[in-house]
């Protein structure tokens, strides 16, 4: 059979894709896409558990996030491609590999349009009550599927000002809680450190807790190196983002959870019920502070949505133009696989569904199913790119304008960080059923792929 990991071999043919999204697009999708419901809402439940040390375990998870997005930044800016990750495990490791990580990664994003839709919905149906949850699903999935099918530029200039949204709203949180915490803030003594005493409340099983928790918060950053190879300038796009990434996780996630617990007592019912963001300035003493987290949130939702959507319908495309799937998904019309995106959006609209019909069951499945996705798509990047690597030093040493920190040392250590979390998962018993399901869906991925390698390999 032909080698698979030459630097040289084509990947796919993304000539046929728009290059509509301009370097403010990229630049505003980098800094917005790390601002998700996860920090909003679902950061509650590790602060719950980990207490204060919450900002330990996001300093944990973060770092191990930089790293890989320093290895996926290092090889879309040496190949740009909106196959991302996919495409650079099947040029280092083989078209299994690729085929595995895409399509694990497209049931990811497409089942996540569905839960982002349902928790958007709730919202909304919160402030009209009587209005049924699913029409403002359909209605939202319509909004962003029509945006995606229309041109690349649609998603890029929604991305922009939802990520501008987020951006305001975090950056002004940040500021009034340290001005609270400094004791400058009007009609507000500063706490001091009288919440930060109990920094361990549940020991190490509950910092363990707040590291899963802070991991999973941090998927969606893959986003911006997809949309790169349909900017203006891919590798600049790249290369600017990734650079960027290490200010933005340690301003939005770790200095947010530092403000947060400083802020409120780790064991506050509101912080779970209410959202970490609303019981922060709720203690401040800011009316009306309830509905507007809500509507930031609502606007993260929909961001999500959108990005997934895009993504999904990328990745699906570039598995196609390798080879990877039905041809019918690889159509491309006016610069938009927009068979790819009617798909993804159908897809992500039965997993609303199933919600409603079999949510103890079928829903549940799925979600566990998606559990650890992330996780392995996070070691193949780095398999990747500790083969690539050599490669590129070897071959083609220009194309190495973002390089990873410390080659081969700490992609070592980021592999390392990733079976340490996978290791907690197994000892957690919710997180253990994910792992399993994540597992089997993963090696019947890999097993499809290796048959189809193997069967194109006896073709040619």
Known sequence: MPSTTSVEAPQEPDVSLSHGLKQRHLSMIALGGVIGAGLFVGSGAGIAAAGPSIVVAYVLSGLLVMLVMRMLGEMSAAYPSSGSFSAHAERAIGPWAGFTAGWSFWILLCTAVGLEGIGAAKIVTGWLPGTPEWAWVALFMVVFCAANLAAVKNFGEFEFWFAALKVGAIGLFLVLGVLAIAGVLP????????????????????????????????????????????????????????????????????????????????????????????????????????????????????????????????????????????????????????????????????????????????????????????????????????????????????????????????????????????????????????????????????????????????AT
């Open 187 to 458: 009609g507000r003594d500063s706490p001091g450190a009288s919440n930060l005493s109990d920094f361990l409340p549940n020991g190490s099983e509950g910092l363990v807790i707040g590291i899963l928790a802070s991991v999973f918060a941090y998927g969606g950053l893959e986003t911006v190196t997809i949309a790169a190879a349909e900017s203006e300038d891919p590798v600049k796009g790249v290369a600017s983002a990734v650079r960027t990434a290490m200010w933005r996780i340690a301003l939005f996630y770790i200095g947010s959870m530092a403000v947060i617990v400083t802020l409120v007592p780790w064991d506050s019912a509101a912080v779970v019920e209410k959202g970490p963001y609303v019981a922060a300035l709720d203690s401040l003493g800011i009316s009306g502070a309830g509905e507007l987290m809500n509507v930031v949130v609502l606007v993260a939702l929909l961001s999500a949505m959108n990005a997934n959507i895009y993504g999904s319908s990328r990745i699906a495309y570039s598995l196609v133009a390798r080879g990877q799937g039905p041809k019918a998904l690889g159509r491309v019309s006016s610069g938009v696989p927009r068979v790819a995106v009617l798909v993804s959006c159908v897809f992500g609209f039965v997993c609303v569904l199933l919600s409603y019909w079999r949510p103890d069951d079928v829903f549940s499945w799925l979600l566990n199913m998606i559990g650890a996705v992330i996780l392995v798509v996070w070691g193949f990047i780095a398999v990747s790119q500790l083969r690539l690597r050599r490669q590129l030093e070897r071959a083609a040493p220009e194309r190495l304008t973002v390089r990873m920190w410390a080659f081969p040392v700490l992609t070592w250590v980021a592999m390392a960080g990733m079976a340490a979390i996978f290791v907690l998962m197994a000892r957690e018993a919710d997180t253990r059923v994910q792992l399993y399901f994540t597992g089997g869906m993963t090696v019947v991925l890999a097993a499809v792929g290796y048959a189809w390698q193997r069967r194109r390999a006896t």
